[in-house]
Structures are given as structure tokens and as C-alpha cells.
């Protein structure tokens, strides 16, 4: 994602106490409890089937203290207690995490994620960050997107400049790294990397990060967005999976040395000219839920085949809305049709996507395997322009300010739900008469009162449950 001032990953450890007192590897203070999202994975034969997938927030989210005191932090790796990894890891302990706490709601198939929580005085910054979970709840679910799609619907209503409402893939290990200085792994949210490759962390993959590495990998940006800008980003890395980069390999060069292609090679309709796409009112509405489907075509269209396109398609109201290829660009020429190929990326510029391996290395990563992530954040250092201001979007220069935001805008939310994925054209439906879309297999448990699963084309009553009882 896309930020110098983004809020990544510091991958805290899962980490070994020294004391027969604190014997667990885990810490008993708060307990780990995963909150439920069911999802969906589609074949065009067979149509949905549910899963019983769950959510983990970061490692970052989590406390980790000192095995002999836990009113002292082991976050910022204090030298008496992190003298060197091995010992970091006997002498600290990691805690699970009240989720509602962070400003997360999962209620069926929906997530709602809240920028600010008010603690009684003030309103306080949560930004959480999630990671899906395979149904086993120990290990996070491997997404393979290769001559397929994904499809999710989304409500944008509540997120003004400034703002971003993420959903996207990372290549991480699917175990979160786990290791003997790292036993539990996925279950707390470890293991994150990304393009930007930040080393700032104190923790990777749950090991105290004491030489400044980063933690990178391939990044496969579905979606970030608010409701007046939205932007579809792969970022290329030199290497498969999970790797750490040090010293200058891991920068964003001028020369072309870094190791993951931190800018990206993305469509911003707005940025490219269509001014009247997206937005509140606008041909993609803003104002209300809609669904986003993204494909990841092949030049054979086979599952083996080597990725040639990565195609955007809305639906609202029961209409499919293409992704637009209205453009101001003179590079693009008229053969541009508004998805992102080799040839969009090279009119584009954009030489380090194409180095670091270009649609052939995206799609490899995809073929791999990659983990669904879910964040909202907001920037201090850039106000979120690169998304939606300046050429990118609508925003003026300051209203993406978070001061501004706390201020006027606590409530900044978005909601995910009735995400799906699997071959393409087997994860949405369009109403022929261009009514709302059709909603089917809406089951309700009656125990914990759950809504179920909706597939469909807009966001359904588990979203309004799942707001109601917030």
C-alpha cells in the first residue's frame, strides 16, 4: 500500500517467558478469541459454498510485556530485556486482544472497521488491520486468484478525503513464519510483509527485527479507497514469498535497486481523467453499497497460464458498470480499455513493476497463494493525496488532514461483506431487468444472533444487522 506514513506492519514476536510462573508461550492475561467471517468460494458448476473463515488483527495490536512485569513493554525492544533475539524471546510474553476494542465488528458475512473509538473523553485512532484465517483458525486461508476473481461488496459512504478503506493481498507465509522463537504464528498476526518493505519494525515474523531489516513481498492492491477516489495497484518484488531486504535494497530508488516496486503500477479513474466515474452520484454511486469483482485474466486462460490482465468490474442496482476507459492521458492511446496490462504499465512508465517481474511475476504470486487483508487508516504525512488529491482525486490540499477528520468526521467507517472468490464469472449476479440484484442462501442462527452468508450484488442485512447493533 501505497504511503511513506502508513501505519505497516511492526511484525511483534510470539515470544518465550523465562520464569516457571509464566510457563505458557502465550500469554494468559487476555484471551485470543478470532471473530467469525464467513465467506464463499464459487465454480461455475457448482455455484457457493460457505466458509467458516475468522480474522486476525496484527501482532502489532497485540501487548507484549515483560514476562516479569507486565506494566513493562518489549514493543520498542528494550536492551535489558532484548539483548539479542533468543533472549527478547525468553523474556517476553504476547496477549491476546478485546476486538471490539480495535474498532473491529464481524457479524455474518460483514466487517466493519472504524478509523476512531470514543474512549469516554476524546475520540481515540484504532485503525485496525485484519488478516482472514483459514477455517482451521491456526493458519491464514491461501487466496489463489490466477484465471479467477474476487468479489466482496462495500459501503464507502462514511469515508470522506483523506481517508482509505483497504482490501488487499499480501504474499505471506501462511503459517505467519511461524518458528521456535514464534510457536503461535497466524493465530496472533505474524508474518506481515509487503512492497514497501518497512524497517521500522521491531518484530518479523516474530523475531526481534535488531539490524533494521524489512519484511517484503509481492502486494496485489484489490482496493483502496473512499467514497470519492479509488485506486488498483499490483506491486512486483525480486523474490517469491516472504523475504527480508536490508540497508538500500529495501528504499524506493531512483536508480532502480530496491527489491519490491514500492509506487506500483495502478488505475485511479480519476487520476486518468474520468472525473464524473466515481464518486458520491456519480456512474459508481458512493453514496451507497456496491460491488466490486476484480479478474485476473490469463494470455491461455488456464490456471497455468501467465497472468495478461487484471480487469475491474462494478455492479450496482443490478447493473454492470465496466471499469472506465475514459482517459486524458496521450501515452495510453486509443487501445487503452481500463484495465492494467504490460503494455498499460510501460505507456505508464512504471519500469520498476516491470523489472521486478511485471504481470508474469504477479500472476506467478497469485498462482503461489496470497492472504486477504483488511485495514482503514488515515496519514499524517501526506494526507492521503496520492489517492485523492492533487490529480489523483477531488481533495483539496488539506481536507484529508487527520486533525480535520477527528474533528468533523469521527464516525469514519467502511464495511466489507459477501466476499467470494473463485473462477470467473462464478462470484456475482446481475438482475436482467436491472432491478437489485439477487440475494440468496440469508440464513440466521439464532445462537449469538449471526446473520448468514448473502451472495448477491449489494451489501445485505447482514451489514444493517451488523451497524444496528454496534
Known sequence: ???????????????????????????????????KLTTQTCTLASGCTTRQTRLVTDALAHPLHAASDPSISCTSLPASLCPDAATCAQNCVLEGVEYSSLGVLAQGSALTLRQYLFDGTQFKSVSPRLYLLAEDDHNYEPLKLLNAELSFDVDVSKLGCGMNGALYLSEMDMSGSRSDLNPAGAQYGTGYCDAQCFTTNSF???????????????????????????????????????????????????????????????????????????GPGLTVDTSRPFTVVTQFFTADNSSAGTLSEIRRVYVQDGREIPNTAETTSTKLGAGFDGSITDAYCAARNRSDFARLGGMKGMGESLARGMVLIFSIWNSDGDFMSWLDGMDNGPCNATEGDPTIIRARTPDVAVTFSNIRWGEIGSTFNVSATGGEAKAAALTVASAGGVVGVMTGSVVGLAVLVGMLLW
Open 1 to 35: 500500500m501505497f504511503s511513506s506514513s502508513l501505519p505497516t506492519a511492526a511484525l511483534l514476536a510470539l515470544l518465550l517467558p523465562i520464569s516457571p510462573v509464566s510457563s505458557q508461550k502465550i500469554g494468559t492475561a487476555v484471551p485470543e478469541v478470532h471473530p
Open 204 to 278: 518479523i515474523n516474530g523475531v526481534a527485527n535488531l539490524n533494521q531489516s524489512g519484511a517484503c513481498c509481492n502486494e496485489m492492491d484489490i482496493w483502496e479507497a473512499n467514497g470519492r477516489a479509488t485506486v488498483l495497484t499490483p506491486h512486483t518484488c525480486s523474490s517469491p514469498g516472504s523475504f527480508l531486504c536490508a540497508g538500500a535494497e529495501c528504499n524506493r530508488t531512483a536508480a532502480g535497486s530496491g527489491v519490491c516496486d514500492k509506487d506500483g503500477c495502478g488505475i485511479n479513474p480519476y487520476g486518468l481523467g474520468a472525473k464524473k466515474f466515481y
